[in-house]
């Protein structure tokens, strides 16, 4: 084992687990202000069940022995047994495929855990506000066996798609085809979102951009440990996977932002966030298979192909919230097949050794450009899609006519406080106080008949009157000792000509100040 990539990938896990709560923010911010916990809940749901369940048996179902190609033994490493802390994976120890050899079994565990954590959460932007918390534990668990699994292990673990000779560096397919395409599901089961009071618009106004813009940043800073440790070393795969995302997602926000504008809207901070996160997800398949120019392009075409994506379901009245299927399904579908089209040429893929590489090469002796290889990305990638789709819509279909999924339509517009008895902003009355220590006048009523005993309480030390307008100050000496300062500042009521000081205990007290 390697010390140096042990604490790189260390480091890289810890990333990808700051997305999820990123991911919290970012959808949190784009829904209304009475649902947002209901959504960042279900985003740190995926932190604890999807990783509880990933320990106990799915992490086998993706890295274990594989049964014909198509799924992992589920006993292979259930509960992480056979998972060294102190060895690698190394490969048919145990029947699996997956081979580490330079970092310890139960560090590669634990990063791959992170990708499946934030997996079903990124499809919880797609069905906002339309899914009840137990109907969806149910469909988390369930999906994260009957698709997660399954298509990690193809791609991954040694299934058919890997045999057949598909790359995905870091979850094009697994990831965000996935998550996409089952939130696509979704949207044909549940239907659209009940209309408020307030009409439509306020369906899709941001209740807080500053969050969306506090979660791209917390998710754009992960995506670092996303791709960048996809390498599984800290080597210079590792590297340009980082550098590409950086470009990519650059890229992709000031395109979206220009595509904007050629359609006549004014450049925001929520389109900036969103098309950086396009971009990022377009380069994850291949942030690790392509040179940094490729990545330019690839953040170019995302801004434009899911912008697009976004447009059709919108034309179409398919009510997809946050644009989940836009964004991640077809912006991991586009960065899939681009793979085939912008990885290294073919000098780079048939040399003896990675040393003797030409310096220009993203990764040598692995994928490299040319039309079989284009045709091999699009066919898993559309299979993938097609698997997604079709298995979330029937899981759902039986959801909804069993148990319900949707909540009662009067609770929609309210969930956090319907479902979950909490407010994710309390405002409390303005203080009566007046910071000279006085009510107004208005007040004083209320506070002789005892309804604001703090307030008296406070004034109290003070003894000063509870009445009347705010009281005259004479202006402070700087320098000031006992009684003449008390001569010079006490408060004349403005009327009466009468202090506001009816003890002498009030001066002895002002003496100690």
């Known amino acids: 084992m390697d010390s140096g990539d042990t604490a790189f990938m260390f480091g890289c896990m810890t990333l990808v687990q700051f997305m999820t709560p990123g991911l919290a923010f970012f959808y949190g911010g784009l829904v209304r202000s009475t649902n947002v916990l209901t959504i960042m809940l279900q985003s740190f749901l995926s932190l604890g069940l999807v990783f509880v369940l990933w320990y106990i048996f799915v992490f086998s179902l993706a890295f274990g022995k594989s049964w014909n ?42 990063y791959q855990g992170m990708f499946a954590v934030i997996t079903p959460a990124l499809m919880t932007g797609a069905f906002a506000d339309r899914f ?25 673990g040694g299934g058919w798609m890997q045999q057949w000779g598909v790359w995905d560096f870091a979850g094009g397919i697994v990831v965000h085809i996935t998550s996409g395409f089952s939130a696509l599901a979704s949207l044909v089961i549940l239907g659209s979102r009940h209309v408020p009071e307030e009409g439509p618009e306020s369906l899709n106004q941001p209740h807080s951009v500053p969050l969306v813009a506090l979660g791209t940043a917390m998710l754009w800073f992960g995506w670092f440990g996303f791709n960048g440790g996809s390498a599984l070393a800290s080597n210079g795969v590792a590297i340009v996977a980082s550098i590409n995302s950086q470009i990519a997602g650059s890229t ?12 006549g809207k004014k450049p925001g901070m929520v389109g900036a966030c969103v098309g950086a ?44 919230a946050l644009d989940v299927w836009g964004v991640h399904g077809m912006g991991g579908f586009t960065g899939t097949v681009l793979v085939g089209l912008l990885a290294d040429d073919a000098s780079c893929g048939a040399l003896p050794t990675a040393d003797a590489a030409r310096a220009d090469c993203a990764n040598p002796e692995t994928v490299t450009r040319s039309g079989k290889q284009v045709f091999i990305q699009l066919s898993c990638a559309v299979i993938a899609a097609l698997y997604s789709f079709l298995v979330s819509y029937a899981l759902l279909w039986m959801l909804e006519n069993s148990i319900g999924i949707r909540p009662r339509k009067h609770e929609e517009g309210n969930l956090d406080m319907e479902h979950h008895g909490e407010e ?4 409390t009355p303005k203080s009566k106080l007046l910071q000279n220590g006085f009510l107004d006048s208005a007040d004083e009523s209320e506070a002789s008949r005892g309804e604001s005993m703090p307030l008296r309480e406070q004034a109290a030390p003070l003894n000063v009157a509870l009445s009347a307008p705010a009281p005259v100050h004479t202006p402070r ?3 000031f000792n006992g009684s003449s300062w008390a001569r010079r500042h006490t408060c ?22």
Not at 281 to 302: D, N
Not at 424 to 427: C, D, K, L, S
Request: hydrophobic share 50%; proline share 7%.
């Open 69 to 110: 190609g198509l799924i992992g033994d589920p006993s292979t490493f259930a509960f992480f047994r056979h998972v060294s802390i102190q060895a690698p994976l190394t490969g048919n120890t145990y029947g699996e495929v997956v081979s580490v050899p330079n970092i310890p079994g139960l560090l590669f565990a634990g």
């Open 132 to 156: 009840r918390v137990g109907p969806y534990l149910v469909f988390k668990t369930v999906w994260m066996i009957v698709v997660y699994g399954p298509v990690a292990h193809w791609v991954w």
């Open 252 to 263: 992709g926000m000031i395109g979206w932002v220009v595509v904007e504008a050629l359609m």
């Open 277 to 320: 996160v396009a971009g990022l997800a377009t380069v994850t398949p291949a942030a690790g298979y392509v040179q940094t120019w490729a990545a330019l392009i690839i953040g170019a075409v995302a801004s434009v192909v899911c912008n697009a994506c976004v447009m059709l379901l919108n034309k179409y009245d398919m009510d997809d």
């Open 424 to 427: 994710a902003y309390v405002t």
């Open 477 to 479: 000496t700087p320098m």
């Open 492 to 513: 004349v009521h403005p009327s009466t000509g009468s202090n506001g000081i009816s003890s002498p205990s009030v001066l002895t007290s002002l003496r100690t100040v």
